[in-house]
Nanobody, 115 residues
Framework: QVQLVESGGGLVQPGGSLRLSCAAS????????MGWYRQAPGNKRELVAS??????TTYAGSVKGRFTISRDNKNTVYLQMNSLKPEDTAVYYCKGTKWGTYDSWGQGTQVTVSS
């Protein structure tokens, strides 16, 4: 019933910026935590950033200082990506977690950083 939809991915040159958005629909209740993961072909999915509705955010060391996660409500999350590098190329997935109930994943949006 709950659907997460990512948007904002695409092709960008190194040093450029992208802003990913993830909107939840059909939710009866808000997610306790929302975050972003990414997965490149042949690699395991890794946490990029997460943000609970209360408490500190978490960032992967590789993106600290470049990426910023934010939430403008309980079920919408953004990822501002600056100073993008080729190694940031991956499919980015939005995740929402309702503690004790379920996790929801988006379908993913492709981010390609290349000149």
């Amino acid at each position: 019933q709950v659907q997460l939809v990512e948007s904002g991915g695409g092709l960008v040159q190194p040093g450029g910026s992208l802003r990913l958005s993830c909107a939840a629909s059909g939710a009866i209740f808000s997610f306790n935590v929302m975050g972003w993961y990414r997965q490149a072909p042949g690699n395991k999915r890794e946490l990029v950033a997460s943000m609970p509705d209360s408490g500190p955010t978490t960032y992967a060391g590789s993106v600290k200082g470049r990426f910023t996660i934010s939430r403008d409500n309980k079920n919408t999350v953004y990822l501002q990506m600056n100073s993008l590098k080729p190694e940031d190329t991956a499919v980015y997935y939005c995740k929402g977690t309702k503690w004790g109930t379920y996790d929801s994943w988006g379908q993913g949006t492709q981010v390609t950083v290349s000149s």
